[in-house]
């Protein structure tokens, strides 16, 4: 749609970068908030979404050229254009969430704590992070004659994107109800895992941008029927899990 907001002199300011940033300040800031609430140390929230914001755009990037492997070979150039997009989550996701997982055990924090402190704000932050895309033009969806004109494909296109956005902010409304009321450790995570899943399975129905691999499905969609069934088992195992102490 818009790919470049604006440009200053040689500097361009791009959609998807400019959204990216957004997400991050807007995510950071209010897991601070909730941080002081719960009695941890804003600093520590901070650095650890820090972490998990350049891990994740790594994992991401890393994960999206060894999938489209082959373009890549063609435009070398492009594995660092950040601002044409490409970037996937899964890989942003499992990177980010290991080198966090690494930072909480330097710390010696409470896994399961963080997690499901963090959690909530980083569906936020995806769904703020899918406008950009829309503005990019990338993680679109299938032709149709009900979506939106995207100027870049020269087509109308099912806006995927926004309707990303959209589920991704009841996620984030659903996760802060749970969040706010007694909940189990690592609850407010695994929730965050099974809606997500089931989320991206059935809008891939609606993408044009991922080959079909096996069952006619996509790489994606079988990533997140594992990630359903680890999060579905978590939540039913009231055994492995317990109700924290009262929040201050």
């Not at 749609?1 to 300040?25: Q, T």
């Amino acid at each position: 749609m818009h790919p470049e907001i604006c440009s200053i002199g040689p500097f361009v300011v791009y959609s998807y970068g400019f959204m990216l940033v957004v997400a991050f300040l807007v995510a950071v800031t209010l897991a601070s908030y909730e941080a002081k609430r719960q009695g941890i140390n804003p600093d520590f929230i901070f650095n650890f979404n820090f972490i998990i914001f350049v891990f994740g755009i790594i994992g991401s990037r890393l994960f999206y050229v060894s999938y489209n492997l082959g373009y890549y070979f063609d435009n070398p150039k492009e594995i660092i254009m950040l601002s044409h997009g490409g970037m996937s989550w899964f890989g942003g996701f499992f990177l980010g969430l290991c080198a966090g997982l690494i930072y909480i055990r330097l710390k010696k924090e409470r896994i399961y704590k963080v997690l499901d402190l963090v959690v909530p704000f980083l569906a936020l932050a995806q769904s703020l992070g899918r406008i950009g895309c829309f503005l990019n033009g990338c993680c679109f969806g299938k032709e149709s004659i009900y979506g939106v004109y995207f100027p870049v494909h020269g087509l109308v296109l099912i806006p995927t994107q926004l309707y990303s956005s959209f589920i991704l902010l009841l996620i984030f409304i659903i996760l802060r109800f749970i969040q706010l009321r007694p909940h189990r450790l690592g609850q407010v995570f695994y929730t965050y895992l099974f809606l997500y899943s089931i989320k991206r399975f059935f809008i891939e129905f609606l993408r044009g941008d991922n080959k079909l691999i096996i069952f006619d499905l996509t790489l994606f969609q079988l990533i997140s029927i594992a990630i359903f069934i680890i999060a579905t088992l978590k939540l039913i195992n009231r055994d492995s899990a317990h109700f924290p102490k009262k929040q201050r």
